[in-house]
């Protein structure tokens, strides 16, 4: 069922976004039949909020909170689309669930999940987020991202235990990261979900930057079993789809 206020705020977007020069609250409002009072209320609020901006004329355009989310969805579409063929590739060499993840700001956001015939229950879905601390793509992305970059979002982060084996203490988890920057991959060692072990890898993309992390998962026992072949069958992975993205 259609949500009413988020129908009239992608419209708006819509409609903004064919008018480069600003439309007034009054325009905005008899172009798309809303109610003035109610648009107004809409457009004060995306403003605030950075999504739209204003100029002298009192013409509303679209604003530079939009830019970041437009250049987040394309990297996401652009990395997952080319990556899928590899994913699969993986998840039959492994047999094993693959993901693949991109962060936004702090968070780490699935873009795609291949599960196998043999798939344990895992609450990662495409479209959801997950701590960076305790996941084994949230560590790629702490362990290989640009140190001031990595700097930063740690100090942004709270170590909130999720199982008994969460890492809560910032020293620990930055020797954790130093040693996985030296093996070249990151584990969560039931970290995040019970029973569940990760081992994940960064992709980099043309300026030599993370710009994904992908990983396998499954259960501990097994996948301690088939590490070393895990392992190689990942690197060679994430090296593919980085090479396919422009990464050299």
């Keep these: 069922m259609a949500v009413k206020s988020a129908e009239r705020v992608l419209k708006v977007f819509e409609l903004l976004a064919q008018h480069p020069e600003g439309l007034t609250i009054k325009e905005i409002s008899e172009t798309l039949a809303f109610p003035q009072s109610s648009t107004s209320g809409l457009i004060e609020t995306l403003f605030q909020a950075n999504y739209l901006t204003v100029d002298f004329s009192k013409k509303y355009k679209l604003g530079p909170k939009l830019i970041p989310l437009g250049s987040i969805a394309m990297n996401c579409l652009d990395v997952a689309a080319q990556g899928l063929p590899f994913l699969k590739r993986l998840m039959e060499e492994v047999q094993e669930t693959v993901f693949m993840a991109v ?34 793509l949230g560590k790629a992305f702490l362990t290989f991202l640009p140190i001031e970059h990595r700097e930063k979002v740690l100090r942004d982060l709270t170590l909130k235990p999720i199982t008994s084996k969460t890492i809560t203490d910032k020293t620990s988890l930055k020797e954790q990261l130093d040693m996985f920057a030296k093996i070249g991959y990151a584990i969560d060692d039931e970290e995040n979900e019970d029973g569940l072990y990760c081992l994940a890898a960064p992709i980099y993309g043309v300026e030599c930057t993370i710009q994904a992390a992908i990983s396998v998962a499954g259960p501990k026992e097994r996948m301690l079993k088939n590490k070393e072949r895990i392992v190689e069958n990942l690197l060679h992975t994430s090296m593919g789809i980085s090479d396919s993205i422009g990464y050299r």
């Design 103 to 136: 962060l936004s700001d702090s968070e780490l956001i699935y873009v795609a999940k291949i599960n196998s015939n043999r798939s344990i229950r895992t609450t990662a879905e495409p479209g959801k987020s997950k701590p960076l601390y305790c996941t084994g």
